[in-house]
């Protein structure tokens, strides 16, 4: 079975800091892999995802991730958070590209300090 | 091109009523997916839908939930004599008939009961 397990419900960082989320997946299958962000009283929306091709990934809004099959991670980083970056984010894997049954990480909220 | 709407936003019940939530899919989009978030846990997979379909409800409890997505209106989620551990937060998100179409989600439905 599928899991992802991301480290740390909440993380600080100062504006202009770097970013990193850390999540860690466990699967029996190739991987593939997404990151979603949510604001305040929305959605969730797609930051990024892995589709086994490049193993650095670029998303919206300055995000990236790494998938490292060795580590089984999948981490998120932004060089310089944004006071606007605030918000949740959840890393979740699936076996295949369609996004039928996704399996998701319990998030962490990102906390961003002037 | 509105999103994915959800209502009501908010539900309160009181234990042995009934939970009805909508989803109403964006424009286009013929598959519907329900998701619950239990506190302090991630989103976790409930049901599968296309119209008049259901494609996968391995998600689902075994009893007091159903879903439908029927020709007209939107998705229906609904739980029957509702307990304390339904309290939750419900999205749906839908995508377009293309396989493997990413889908959008909902804002969520923060259900409570009493």
């Known amino acids: 079975a599928q899991s992802v397990t991301q480290l740390g419900s909440h993380v600080s960082v100062s504006e202009g800091a770097l970013v990193l989320l850390r999540c860690n997946y466990s699967?029996?299958?190739?991987?593939?892999l997404f990151w979603y962000v949510q604001y305040p009283n929305q959605g969730l929306q797609l930051l990024l995802k892995?589709?086994?091709?490049?193993?650095l990934v670029k998303g919206i809004n300055g995000f990236e991730a790494e998938f490292k099959k060795s580590e089984t991670s999948f981490h998120l980083t932004k060089p310089s958070a944004h006071m606007s970056d605030a918000a949740e984010y959840f890393c979740a894997v699936s076996e295949n590209t369609g996004f039928q049954k996704l399996v998701f990480g319990t998030g962490t909220r990102l906390l961003v300090s002037p | 091109n509105a999103g994915v709407m959800q209502n009501p936003r908010h539900l309160v019940r009181r234990r042995g009523q009934e939970a009805r939530l909508r989803c109403s899919p964006m424009k286009g989009h013929s598959h519907v997916y329900w998701y619950r978030q239990l506190p302090e846990e991630g989103l976790k997979f409930m049901v599968y839908l296309q119209k008049e379909n259901i494609i996968d409800e391995s998600g689902m409890p075994k009893e007091r939930f159903s879903a439908e997505f029927p020709k007209e209106g939107p998705s229906i989620l609904r739980i029957q004599q509702v307990v304390r551990g339904d309290s939750a937060a419900y999205f749906c998100?839908?995508?377009?008939?293309?396989?493997?179409?990413?889908?959008?989600f909902g804002p969520g439905t923060r259900l409570t009961v009493l």
């Open positions: 998100a839908s995508s377009p008939p293309t396989s493997g179409g990413r889908p959008f």
């Open positions: 892995y589709t086994s091709a490049a193993t």
């Open positions: 699967s029996s299958v190739p991987p593939y």
